[in-house]
């Protein structure tokens, strides 16, 4: 009872240990994590690569997994870009059996590992930022280091009880044939499946068969078979998580599912090589190092196949799972949350799409060329309305002074566009008045405006093409969006200044007879929403683009 005890009590110290680690280590990256993700999955090649690096340094594939959604669903990624980010947290999650083989079965730390813990619960109890980040990664690491002694110690006690002789033997073992090797094969790996569906981690899972190994428990090509077990439990979780998700989480996890199972079906079949290979180095290397080798280069195998394929790859899974979701559902998911820097720059985009379409509308109208009522305006409403709502959920605030001033800046952008869309939905796009040159002359200024603001809606949303751009969120823009931006604040500035000097001379000239006062007063009231219109869309341009040079000069006017 008391090595059952033990057992329980390590691995629910190690769990406990890489939750509080986790939780410290994500929050020293805090936007750091969210930046790099979005800028280095450029590729999937780069992307697997920044993964791996990223998920080993914050040690949680699913924090990586969970942003990457987010960065998927606000078009920062691309699919293929974000199946590189899984990929790659695949290898990188693989670090932690390395943890386990070189330091934690070796060596008793627990002499070690009070202290820190000690000396990480004050820091944070006692500190505030990252100050209490670093503490609970400090605390995080040394319960994972005291939870692998006394595992280290139940193992020991179950090695009197249990020897390998009493599990399965597995194919590719010297005198165990094909059929009972396949057998004994298949019944580990469902073993380990089991242990990860059961611990719902399998970095804990493998820190027990490491464990084990090293007391003697099982043997090293046990502890194979029980590895590929435990990495396609990683897939149970992940399944999960993805039932009531959205789209892009589903497929995600479709994904997650096939990447796992295609490595085990991989890994099943090279069993009796690698069953040799490990017995051959086993003379010269450490078991327990040669688990963590394996457990990483299974990953790794793994994804070097599907990383090639990776267009192949999301075609299946798209087929597999169709998208039914409209572009704004998939954009303001839930799941971008817990992210700010995702969530601000999700709604500036769905801010800039209704832009877009709204000044192509308006420009349209004034053209002749389509309809003088916006029939979307409502679908606009709408779009801004659920933006609103969805900021108003965010998980945390927004971490430094740049990410604050982003908010900001997407809040009046959001605040000027709904104005925008409330002033056409209302009445409609004023006609021009032929022979009025100063009424001609103001539906002139707003659509150069209009035509200048949907070249800036459409470079912020067809910023989701990353294939070569290196900052994804950010404010840089090209020398075309800056050309587009001062047109729009130049015929925003000409119109209002106009439209002052229209209003006095147009109710002037009832009083001579050339205008009725209901004609005067429509003319002096089109001009108006005239400049109100390219106004609110000037606004909402400037801070979309960061301009916060221009945020002063700017004359607030009563809508």
């Given at each position: 009872?008391?090595?059952?005890?033990?057992?329980?009590?390590?691995?629910?110290?190690?769990?406990?240990?890489?939750?509080v680690m986790t939780d410290g280590?994500?929050?020293?990256?805090?936007?750091?994590?969210?930046?790099?993700?979005?800028?280095?999955?450029?590729?999937?090649?780069?992307?697997?690569?920044?993964?791996?690096?990223?998920?080993?340094?914050?040690?949680?594939?699913?924090?990586?997994?969970?942003?990457?959604?987010?960065?998927?669903?606000?078009?920062?990624?691309?699919?293929p870009q974000g199946l590189g980010?899984?990929?790659?947290?695949?290898?990188?999650?693989?670090?932690?059996?390395?943890?386990?083989?070189?330091?934690?079965?070796?060596?008793?730390?627990?002499?070690?590992?009070?202290?820190?813990?000690?000396?990480?619960?004050?820091?944070?109890?006692?500190?505030?930022?990252?100050?209490?980040?670093?503490?609970?990664?400090?605390?995080?690491?040394?319960?994972?280091?005291?939870?692998?002694?006394?595992?280290?110690?139940?193992?020991?006690?179950?090695?009197?009880?249990?020897?390998?002789?009493?599990?399965?033997?597995?194919?590719?073992?010297?005198?165990?044939?094909?059929?009972?090797?396949?057998?004994?094969?298949?019944?580990?790996?469902?073993?380990?499946?089991?242990?990860?569906?059961?611990?719902?981690?399998?970095?804990?899972?493998?820190?027990?068969?490491?464990?084990?190994?090293?007391?003697?428990?099982?043997?090293?090509?046990?502890?194979?078979?029980?590895?590929?077990?435990?990495?396609?439990?990683?897939?149970?979780?992940?399944?999960?998580?993805?039932?009531?998700?959205?789209?892009?989480?589903?497929?995600?996890?479709?994904?997650?599912?096939?990447?796992?199972?295609?490595?085990?079906?991989?890994?099943?079949?090279?069993?009796?090589?690698?069953?040799?290979?490990?017995?051959?180095?086993?003379?010269?290397?450490?078991?327990?190092?040669?688990?963590?080798?394996?457990?990483?280069?299974?990953?790794?195998?793994?994804?070097?196949?599907?990383?090639?394929?990776?267009?192949?790859?999301?075609?299946?899974?798209?087929?597999?799972?169709?998208?039914?979701?409209?572009?704004?559902?998939?954009?303001?998911?839930?799941?971008?949350?817990?992210?700010?820097?995702?969530?601000?720059?999700?709604?500036?985009?769905?801010?800039?799409?209704?832009?877009?379409?709204?000044?192509?509308?308006?420009?349209?109208?004034?053209?002749?060329?389509?309809?003088?009522?916006?029939?979307?305006?409502?679908?606009?409403?709408?779009?801004?309305?659920?933006?609103?709502?969805?900021?108003?959920?965010?998980?945390?605030?927004?971490?430094?002074?740049?990410?604050?001033?982003?908010?900001?800046?997407?809040?009046?952008?959001?605040?000027?566009?709904?104005?925008?869309?409330?002033?056409?939905?209302?009445?409609?796009?004023?006609?021009?008045?032929?022979?009025?040159?100063?009424?001609?002359?103001?539906?002139?200024?707003?659509?150069?405006?209009?035509?200048?603001?949907?070249?800036?809606?459409?470079?912020?949303?067809?910023?989701?093409?990353?294939?070569?751009?290196?900052?994804?969120?950010?404010?840089?823009?090209?020398?075309?969006?800056?050309?587009?931006?001062?047109?729009?604040?130049?015929?925003?500035?000409?119109?209002?200044?106009?439209?002052?000097?229209?209003?006095?001379?147009?109710?002037?000239?009832?009083?001579?007879?050339?205008?009725?006062?209901?004609?005067?007063?429509?003319?002096?009231?089109?001009?108006?929403?005239?400049?109100?219109?390219?106004?609110?869309?000037?606004?909402?341009?400037?801070?979309?683009?960061?301009?916060?040079?221009?945020?002063?000069?700017?004359?607030?006017?009563?809508?």
């Open positions: 009872m008391s090595t059952v005890i033990a057992i329980l009590g390590g691995v629910g110290l190690f769990l406990l240990g890489m939750t280590l994500k929050a020293l990256a805090g936007s750091a994590l969210r930046s790099v993700l979005g800028k280095a999955a450029a590729t999937p090649l780069t992307g697997a690569f920044w993964g791996a690096l990223i998920t080993l340094l914050v040690q949680s594939s699913s924090a990586v997994t969970m942003t990457t959604i987010g960065l998927v669903n606000a078009g920062l990624l691309t699919f980010l899984v990929f790659g947290a695949n290898v990188g999650t693989t670090g932690t059996g390395w943890l386990v083989a070189l330091l934690g079965v070796r060596v008793s730390l627990s002499a070690y590992a009070l202290p820190l813990i000690f000396a990480g619960a004050l820091a944070k109890l006692l500190g505030g930022g990252r100050s209490a980040a670093a503490g609970s990664a400090l605390a995080g690491f040394a319960l994972v280091l005291y939870g692998l002694t006394t595992l280290q110690q139940g193992m020991g006690g179950l090695a009197e009880s249990l020897h390998p002789s009493d599990l399965p033997a597995v194919l590719g073992v010297p005198g165990v044939g094909w059929i009972s090797g396949s057998v004994g094969l298949l019944t580990l790996i469902a073993v380990g499946l089991a242990m990860t569906a059961v611990m719902q981690s399998s970095t804990a899972a493998i820190a027990v068969t490491i464990a084990a190994f090293y007391a003697g428990a099982i043997s090293l090509e046990q502890g194979a078979a029980l590895i590929i077990g435990q990495n396609i439990g990683t897939a149970t979780s992940s399944a999960l998580a993805a039932i009531g998700a959205s789209s892009t989480a589903k497929r995600l996890a479709l994904a997650y599912v096939l990447f796992k199972v295609i490595a085990a079906l991989i890994a099943i079949v090279a069993f009796p090589f690698t069953a040799a290979t490990m017995r051959a180095f086993a003379a010269s290397v450490d078991g327990t190092t040669l688990l963590a080798a394996y457990h990483t280069a299974y990953n790794v195998v793994g994804v070097a196949v599907l990383l090639p394929a990776t267009q192949w790859f999301t075609h299946i899974v798209e087929r597999i799972l169709p998208s039914r979701e409209t572009p704004l559902e998939r954009a303001l998911d839930p799941s971008a949350l817990v992210n700010p820097v995702i969530a601000v720059e999700t709604t500036r985009r769905v801010v800039a799409g209704v832009l877009n379409t709204s000044a192509a509308s308006v420009a349209a109208a004034l053209s002749d060329e389509g309809a003088r009522t916006m029939q979307d305006s409502a679908a606009a409403a709408s779009a801004l309305a659920q933006a609103q709502d969805f900021l108003s959920e965010l998980k945390e605030p927004p971490e430094t002074e740049e990410e604050r001033l982003r908010m900001t800046s997407t809040l009046h952008a959001l605040e000027h566009a709904s104005r925008l869309v409330e002033i056409l939905g209302e009445g409609g796009i004023p006609e021009r008045m032929a022979g009025v040159p100063d009424d001609f002359r103001a539906a002139e200024l707003c659509i150069q405006a209009m035509r200048a603001t949907q070249m800036v809606g459409e470079s912020i949303t067809a910023e989701s093409a990353l294939t070569a751009r290196a900052e994804p969120i950010g404010w840089t823009v090209s020398a075309e969006v800056d050309a587009s931006f001062a047109n729009i604040e130049r015929a925003a500035k000409d119109l209002d200044a106009m439209q002052r000097d229209h209003r006095a001379e147009t109710l002037a000239a009832v009083a001579p007879g050339k205008l009725t006062a209901a004609e005067a007063f429509a003319r002096v009231d089109a001009v108006r929403r005239l400049d109100r219109i390219a106004h609110h869309a000037w606004r909402s341009a400037t801070h979309l683009l960061g301009r916060h040079e221009h945020t002063e000069e700017a004359i607030d006017r009563r809508a």
